[in-house]
């Protein structure tokens, strides 16, 4: 089942009883599904303000050096 699961990039369904129990999914599906509930995550926040554009190494630097001086308060 895990073979045919990877193969066909699809879940299979698990039956009992002619119920479905459950599914597999192979790993390439379960890492897709993450990364588009990461996406989907990133354009919620990005909609509500909560992320800036760093457009220049210095504004990268001062964004990390920022991230540091808090993460070192929280000590």
């Known amino acids: 089942m895990f073979e045919d699961a990877n193969k066909s990039k699809?879940?299979?369904?698990?039956?009992?009883?002619?119920?479905?129990?459950?599914?597999?999914?192979?790993?390439?599906?379960?890492?897709?599904?993450?990364?588009?509930?990461?996406?989907?995550?990133?354009l919620i926040e990005s909609g509500q303000g909560k992320t800036r554009v760093i457009r220049t190494k210095r504004d990268l630097d001062k964004d990390l050096e920022d991230l540091k001086k808090y993460v070192l308060s929280k000590d």
């Open 10 to 42: 699809e879940p299979v369904i698990v039956m009992s009883n002619n119920k479905p129990q459950g599914a597999i999914i192979g790993l390439d599906l379960l890492e897709k599904m993450q990364l588009e509930e990461l996406l989907n995550q990133a």
